[in-house]
């Protein structure tokens, strides 16, 4: 199973508002509505913050939310602000009952 | 609340094995299942397998089949990963992870395992 892909890097300023592309196929992205985002900040575990495509857990700020098109799901973070600097990874269950993990997004907050 | 304590740091040479586990608490672990997921330094989240920890069924990243082993003991609340033939491309945080359907809600602190000779 090849990881999804996203891009290397992003970047926006305090305020502002970026989105994150998780590109797979139907055998995952496409097939499912199951996928999930996580943050992680360097040295620690990462943190759920989307799942099953849109849906916040508790505690988790209204700037994320999730979407997706197709084979391509999105992570967007509005109102930027400096803790969100962090890795985002987007997860998807697959049709072989297992999961895949993308290559991971650095989002820097110039 | 929900916590996933697991074992400390392993420090392995080249074709032996490593056992991590993964202690719960906070939630009925039977009826739970959990995951094992590694990150290589610098490098991206790796799903590796899971468990039923009800029924002990497993399930297997097809890169791992025949060197990944995971187990749960029900009575202590533990899930456990053991990994063999270890080279040092295995040298990694290795997290476990408790899944609300289909995705990760709470992570263990991770265990670092190094392969050296």
């Known amino acids: 199973q090849s990881a999804l892909t996203q891009p290397a890097s992003v970047s926006g300023s305090p305020g502002q508002s970026i989105t994150i592309s998780c590109t797979g196929t139907?055998?995952?992205?496409?097939?499912?509505?199951?996928v999930s985002w996580y943050q992680q900040h360097p040295g620690k575990a990462p943190k759920l913050m989307i799942y099953?495509?849109?849906k916040r857990p508790s505690g988790v700020s209204n700037r994320f939310s999730g979407s997706k098109s197709a084979n391509t799901a999105s992570l967007t973070i509005s109102g930027l602000q400096a803790e969100d600097e962090a890795d985002y990874y987007c997860?998807?269950?697959?049709?072989?009952?297992?999961?895949?993990f993308g290559g991971g997004t650095k989002l820097t907050v110039l | 609340q929900v916590q996933l304590v697991q074992s400390g740091a392993e420090m392995k040479k080249p074709g032996a094995s490593v056992k991590v586990s993964c202690k719960a608490s906070?939630?009925?672990?039977?009826?739970?299942?959990i995951h094992w997921v590694r990150q290589a330094p610098g490098q991206r989240l790796e799903w590796m397998g899971w468990?039923?920890?009800?029924?002990?069924?497993?399930k297997y990243s097809q890169k791992f089949q025949g060197r990944l082993t995971i187990t749960r003991d029900t009575s202590a609340t533990t899930a456990y990963m053991e990994l063999s033939s270890l080279r040092s491309e295995d040298t990694a945080v290795y997290y476990c992870?408790?899944?609300?359907?289909?995705?990760?809600?709470?992570w263990g602190q991770g265990t670092l395992v190094t392969v050296s000779s």
């Open positions: 992870a408790r899944e609300i359907p289909k995705s990760f809600d709470s």
């Open positions: 906070g939630f009925t672990f039977i009826y739970s299942a």
């Open positions: 468990i039923n920890a009800g029924n002990g069924n497993t």
């Open positions: 139907s055998s995952d992205v496409g097939g499912y509505d199951y």
């Open positions: 099953d495509v849109t």
């Open positions: 997860c998807s269950y697959t049709d072989s009952s297992a999961r895949v």
